[in-house]
T-cell receptor, first 113, second 115 residues
Framework: AQSVTQLGSHVSVSEGALVLLRCNYSSSVPPYLFWYVQYPNQGLQLLLKYTTGATLVKGINGFEAEFKKSETSFHLTKPSAHMSDAAEYFCAVRYTGGFKTIFGAGTRLFVKA | EPEVTQTPSHQVTQMGQEVILRCVPISNHLYFYWYRQILGQKVEFLVSFYNNEISEKSEIFDDQFSVERPDGSNFTLKIRSTKLEDSAMYFC?????????????FGPGTRLTVL
């Protein structure tokens, strides 16, 4: 079955430190890959997506992610965390011919001053 | 920038009551979706809707649930007889196509509390 695994339900970093949120998918067919962010009491906002082409994709707010087919991974990074980055982050996949988006369990990012 | 809107933001109901959650998708989008997120759990797909028909539904979407596009702008999710376990955040989403490369645009959600 197709699934998305996010390693670490909670990640805590200091302000200015590197942010690394991990995501792996399980399927033999590479999916389309997405990262969404959810701020408290708000909906899901797209950070970035990978469809085809360059495997390193840049998104909003300084985030980027790299698709590694051999590792079935799509980890999200940001070189320097800001307090405003504190939120829940969801990795998600979609497949050609399917209607649904399949979400990971989410990783809550805490940023310490 | 166009966005998906949902009303109400919070709905409290008694077990066994019917609820209707409302969504206004982005105006030129053709595909509509409902997802739910039980507190502390992952976002789960419920149903997708296109051309006035359900195109895909999950095992969660049983006979207690129905969707409708009653006019040219609204998209609704009805739960006929709510259960305690229906308490969740419900997200509506829309997309211009069904293509997997297209993102789905999500609304802010309706928090449903069943007492």
């Amino acid at each position: 079955a197709q699934s998305v695994t996010q390693l670490g339900s909670h990640v805590s970093v200091s302000e200015g430190a590197l942010v690394l949120l991990r995501c792996n998918y399980s399927s033999s067919v590479p999916p389309y890959l997405f990262w969404y962010v959810q701020y408290p009491n708000q909906g899901l906002q797209l950070l970035l997506k990978y469809t085809t082409g360059a495997t390193l994709v840049k998104g909003i707010n300084g985030f980027e992610a790299e698709f590694k087919k051999s590792e079935t991974s799509f980890h999200l990074t940001k070189p320097s965390a800001h307090m405003s980055d504190a939120a829940e982050y969801f990795c998600a996949v979609r497949y050609t011919g399917g209607f649904k988006t399949i979400f990971g369990a989410g990783t809550r990012l805490f940023v310490k001053a | 920038e166009p966005e998906v809107t949902q009303t109400p933001s919070h709905q409290v109901t008694q077990m066994g009551q019917e609820v209707i959650l409302r969504c206004v998708p982005i105006s030129n989008h053709l595909y509509f979706y409902w997802y739910r997120q039980i507190l502390g759990q992952k976002v789960e797909f419920l149903v997708s809707f296109y051309n006035n028909e359900i195109s895909e539904k999950s095992e969660i979407f049983d006979d207690q649930f129905s969707v409708e596009r009653p006019d040219g702008s609204n998209f609704t999710l009805k739960i006929r007889s709510t259960k305690l376990e229906d308490s969740a955040m419900y997200f509506c989403a829309s997309s211009p196509t069904s293509g997997g490369a297209d993102e789905q645009f999500f609304g802010p959600g309706t928090r449903l509390t069943v007492l």
